[in-house]
């Protein structure tokens, strides 16, 4: 899918001319042709366009012939029919001297919210700062993910107390290797904010002077990029204490779901025992051979008064003793 977008007036506009300088072009699992289109209109590199589309394709800075390719991973979430679970794509961003491009694999809760939301200063023409603007909200986005994970674990631990099941630990489980994703992503992205930096700070290495000339820094965005690294950790962080405490939580669940059985059968064996008393008592009385009672008409409600107090006195016994 292929949409551009210009600020117009302080108000990001849907526009149909994909020449126009200043332009945002937004591609979402693009085909061939909607490739084709934009390289031609842009003169983007070919092979900046499709690296995103790789899948496995890791976070990155690049840059040639005055155009620079930013990768990044941006969570998205999975419907599943037993929970909610998260993912990372790989999101590229490519700023060349007169447009905004940006590619991914999926349609991601980042670009909805940048166009239904109109993200307040939102504009195409500032590259640096819509690119600041973006790793910003991707930040963000995984901080919100990652409280809709804390959300969920705690729904599940409320589940173990009482489950003899392994359900709620395949839950856990699914939410751990989210946990994974996120916090390698979230590594990967700190080398290309620091790169930034770096390419900001440093005009030794030759990339790192083309990087700077192409995304021209003033003091706000600077400001700005701090405040985007400081978020990405304190992601980091966060996910780092939610994936520790999921750890520990299943090894601990693990064996409460072990104690629930075990409780279970303690159960089901002392009521066994309790009902096998009856039984063995009216196999006693039923041989064929002389018997106490055998000559008394109330033989059989003796019986079962005798069965029934052995019981009672036997449940009795294993409650104190906390057997039931």
């Not at 292929?2 to 600020?7: A, K, T």
């Not at 679970?85 to 809760?109: A, E, R, S």
């Not at 790169?195 to 192409?214: F, H, N």
Request: some cysteine; glycine content about 2%.
């Amino acid at each position: 899918m292929l949409r551009v977008f210009l600020s117009v007036n302080d108000d990001l506009t849907q526009v149909d001319d994909i020449c126009t300088k200043g332009t945002w072009i937004s591609l979402v699992n693009p085909s061939e042709e909607e490739l084709e289109t934009v390289r031609k209109a842009t003169g983007a590199d070919p092979d900046f366009l499709k690296a995103p589309l790789d899948p496995e394709e890791r976070s990155r800075i690049e840059s040639d012939e005055g155009q620079v390719l930013i990768i990044i991973n941006v969570p998205i979430m999975l419907n599943d029919s037993s929970t909610v679970l998260y993912d990372t794509i790989p999101f590229g961003i490519i700023v060349t001297n007169d447009n905004f491009i940006t590619v991914c694999l999926k349609q991601n809760p980042l670009l909805d919210e940048l166009v239904e939301t109109r993200l307040r200063g939102l504009n195409t023409k500032k590259r640096t700062r819509f690119l600041l603007q973006l790793l910003f909200k991707t930040a963000t986005q995984y901080l919100r993910d990652l409280r809709q994970i804390d959300k969920q674990t705690d729904e599940v631990e409320k589940k173990l107390h009482r489950s003899m099941k392994n359900e709620e630990l395949i839950k856990l489980l699914s939410l751990e290797k989210s946990l994974v994703y996120f916090n390698t992503s979230l590594r990967s992205n700190e080398y290309v904010m620091e790169k930034l930096l770096r390419s900001r700070l440093m005009r030794i290495d030759p990339e790192a002077i083309e990087t700077s000339q192409v995304l021209q820094m003033y003091p706000d965005d600077e400001e700005l990029l701090e405040d985007v690294i400081i978020e990405n950790k304190q992601a980091m962080e966060m996910c780092q204490i939610h994936s520790d405490i999921l750890s520990s939580m299943m090894d601990a669940f693990a064996s409460v779901i072990s104690n629930n059985v075990n409780i279970v059968m303690k159960f089901l064996t002392s009521v066994t025992i309790v009902l096998s008393i009856p039984t063995m008592v009216s196999s006693f009385f039923g041989m064929n051979v002389p018997l106490p009672f055998d000559k008394t008409p109330f033989a059989f409600s003796i019986i079962m008064l005798i069965s029934f107090g052995i019981s009672g006195t036997v449940a009795y016994l294993m409650a104190r003793r906390k057997m039931f």
